[in-house]
């Protein structure tokens, strides 16, 4: 089969593999979107917890081609997504009921075999069907939606209170259509791009501001006369360590900010350790997802997250690089598809 393999980072070509065999308990998926996300873009540069040789992809949909002799619950042809991480069940974090810190932590597309291929090997138990009337381009969207409701079972939003996102990138956009559905009172998304601050205004936010990533100057009037007091609640989801920066002045007493961006790993932020303890101000980390995928397909088979118009660009594996650089250089590209 055709995959996607990096030796080495930045270094990456399509090359023949073997197909995966099913196991007793496998499901072999024919993966048919694949979604180019922004951790891909730190894979690519060895980050994150990639592991080569690798084919990357963690965010895929397709049809099961073949089941091993033990799975009872799929059949060829039937529509699914998966679950790309899989838990050794075993582990101190295991044991302790917090699997997402899991000390054996395999993740599709991060450090074991991913959707940027013809063909995908998952356990069964990872395997979700997808509804008829969900497109493969959006049934992809599954793992970052789960991520998602991940972050909001970890921040717990409550009723009625103000939230503002920063970004409006795909992630950001999923982000402040759940947060919509999840009670808040009022919803600001703030973006320095116009076509996806309009696709956020339309699809979730109250209020949406433009700022620049050079100039923290730009938009901090507007968010100020928005919420006088500031926010109850501030996601960070652009992985811009300033913006973590930005959100800590705009925070209410009391308040949370919620780092969901992934930023380099080398990067730092400074902050009044007195003001956090003299506001009491919440500074919350949610990291990826475990056990999200049935709450997250809900919210887009209802449409309550609706991620259709989020699909900018689809390209064929062999043009991996074409889609890669779209998504580093076209500034209104959001989601980028591969088609395997």
Do not use: W
């Not at 054996?104 to 075999?113: K, Y």
């Amino acid at each position: 089969m055709k995959a996607l393999v990096y030796r080495a980072p930045e270094k990456f070509s399509i090359e023949e593999v073997p197909k995966p065999a099913p196991g007793s308990r496998d499901v072999l998926i024919r993966v048919r979107a694949c979604g180019i996300c922004k951790t891909d873009l730190h894979i690519h540069k060895g980050r994150f917890i990639a592991k080569f040789p690798l084919t990357p992809g963690h965010e895929f949909a397709g049809e099961v081609e073949e089941v091993g002799s033990g799975v009872e619950g799929f059949r060829p042809g039937d529509r699914v997504t998966a679950d790309n991480t899989e838990l050794c069940g075993s582990c101190y974090y295991c044991r302790r009921n917090q699997p997402l810190f899991c000390e054996n932590f395999l993740s599709h597309g991060c450090n074991a075999p991913g959707g940027f291929a013809e063909y995908v090997l998952i356990k069964e138990e990872k395997v979700f069907k997808i509804p008829d009337h969900l497109s493969f381009e959006e049934a992809s969207f599954t793992e970052p939606t789960a991520c998602v409701v991940h972050s909001l079972d970890v921040a717990q939003p409550e009723p009625a209170s103000e939230a503002l996102v920063f970004g409006a990138g795909p992630a950001g956009l999923v982000l402040a259509q759940a947060l919509r559905h999840s009670g808040v009172g009022k919803l600001v998304v703030a973006a320095p791009n116009e076509f996806k601050l309009g696709l956020a205004k339309k699809l979730a936010a109250d209020e949406v501001v433009k700022v620049d990533k050079r100039d923290p100057s730009v938009g901090q009037k507007e968010l100020r006369e928005i919420c006088p007091k500031g926010y109850d609640i501030i996601f960070e989801a652009t992985g811009d360590p300033r913006v973590v920066e930005r959100a800590i002045s705009l925070i209410k007493n009391g308040g949370k900010v919620v780092i969901f961006g992934v930023a380099p790993e080398e990067a730092r932020i400074s902050v009044s350790p007195y003001e956090i303890y003299k506001r009491e101000i919440k500074l919350i980390g949610t990291f990826a997802q475990t056990h999200c995928f049935e709450r997250a397909l809900h919210l887009l088979s209802t449409g309550k997250v609706r991620v259709g118009e989020l699909v900018t660009h689809i390209f064929p594996l062999e043009d991996y690089a074409k889609a890669l650089n779209t998504l580093l250089t076209d500034p209104n590209a959001l989601k980028v598809i591969v088609r395997p």
